[in-house]
């Protein structure tokens, strides 16, 4: 079985500092994984995704998020966060099925708050 | 390019009503799917289809039908709501093209469903 834990359901931040949130997956085939941002009473939006090659990985907004197989983990960085990034961000996982289609799992999601 | 369209964007149904939430898209995604985001739960998938015709099961879809006549629409219908799905509601569409199957989901902006 293949599922997603996010560390920290909540996650407060200063204006300017590190924004770091946390990603593990269990897998037993190499997995496609994905960052997606949600902005209150919005969708969700793609941030950035692995499929294959470079495992650091550069999306939106000065995001980025490193693929590590070994701690099966794909944590989300930003260097310095600033007051827009306030949102809830969902880590997700694609296993590809038998037909070439996979079923996208989500983590439980990790609220970010940003300070002044 | 108006992407995912969902309709209504709130709801409030009595217990043991009957509703159709709806949900067009215009890239001609061949894939679409339905998600409920519940506190502390993420996103869990209800239905989705790979095409026109074909529908199939998610993570928890009982209480709810699908249909997909067009590529267009995917409505999701409640037959008889129970407090139980008192939620808010995802529509989200890609490519089926098998070559990209790391293609993103794209997400409507939701509906707020109120079950009492």
């Known amino acids: 079985a293949q599922s997603v834990t996010q560390l920290g359901s909540h996650v407060s931040v200063s204006e300017g500092a590190l924004v770091l949130l946390r990603c593990n997956y269990s897998s037993s085939v190499p997995p496609y994984l994905f960052w997606y941002v949600q902005y209150p009473n919005q969708g969700l939006q793609l941030l950035l995704k692995y499929t294959t090659g470079a495992t650091l990985v550069k999306g939106i907004n000065g995001f980025e998020a490193e693929f590590k197989k070994s701690e099966a983990s794909f944590h989300l960085t930003k260097p310095s966060a600033h007051m827009s990034d306030a949102a809830e961000y969902f880590c997700?996982?694609?296993?590809?099925?038998?037909?070439?289609?996979?079923?996208?799992?989500f983590g439980a999601g990790t609220q970010v708050v940003v300070t002044p | 390019n108006a992407g995912v369209t969902q309709t209504p964007k709130f709801q409030v149904l009595k217990t043991g009503q009957s509703m159709t939430l709806q949900c067009a898209q215009d890239m001609n995604h061949e894939y679409m799917s339905w998600y409920r985001q519940d506190p502390g739960m993420g996103l869990r998938l209800i239905h989705y289809s790979v095409g026109a015709g074909i529908t199939d099961q998610g993570e928890v879809p009982n209480g709810y039908n699908v249909s997909r006549s067009t590529t267009e629409d995917f409505p999701l219908r409640l037959l008889s709501a129970a407090p139980s799905q008192t939620s808010v509601y995802f529509c989200?569409?890609?490519?089926?093209?098998?070559?990209?199957?790391?293609?993103?989901?794209?997400f409507g902006n939701g509906t707020r469903l109120t079950v009492t």
């Open positions: 997700a996982v694609r296993i590809l099925t038998t037909d070439s289609w996979g079923k996208l799992q």
């Open positions: 989200a569409s890609s490519y089926r093209d098998p070559n990209v199957v790391d293609s993103p989901l794209h």
